[in-house]
C-alpha cells in the first residue's frame, strides 16, 4: 500500500507532467464539448471524438518527448 509521503515523492518527481496531463485532457473534453454544444451532432461522434483525445494525447506526448530529444541532442 502506497503512504501518502510515497504519492508525493513520486508526484515531485513527475514535476510538470502530471499538470500537463491533466492540462490536455481538460482542454480536450472542453473543446469536444463546445463543438458539439455549437453543432449538436449525434451522440456516437460525441464519444468518438471524446475517445480520439487518447489517440491524440499520446501523439502530443510523443512528439513532445520527440522535441526535447531532438533539442538535448543539439546542445551537446
Not at 5 to 16: G, H, I, S, V
Not at 65 to 75: D, N
Amino acid at each position: 500500500m502506497t503512504t501518502p509521503r510515497d504519492w508525493l515523492e513520486q508526484a515531485r518527481a513527475q514535476k510538470w507532467g502530471m499538470f500537463v496531463d491533466l492540462v490536455f485532457a481538460v482542454g480536450w473534453v472542453t473543446m469536444v464539448h463546445l463543438l458539439f454544444r455549437v453543432l449538436d451532432g449525434p451522440e456516437w461522434a460525441y464519444y468518438t471524438f471524446m475517445l480520439a483525445g487518447v489517440v491524440a494525447y499520446f501523439g502530443f506526448v510523443s512528439s513532445l518527448e520527440s522535441a526535447t530529444a531532438g533539442r538535448e541532442r543539439s546542445e551537446k
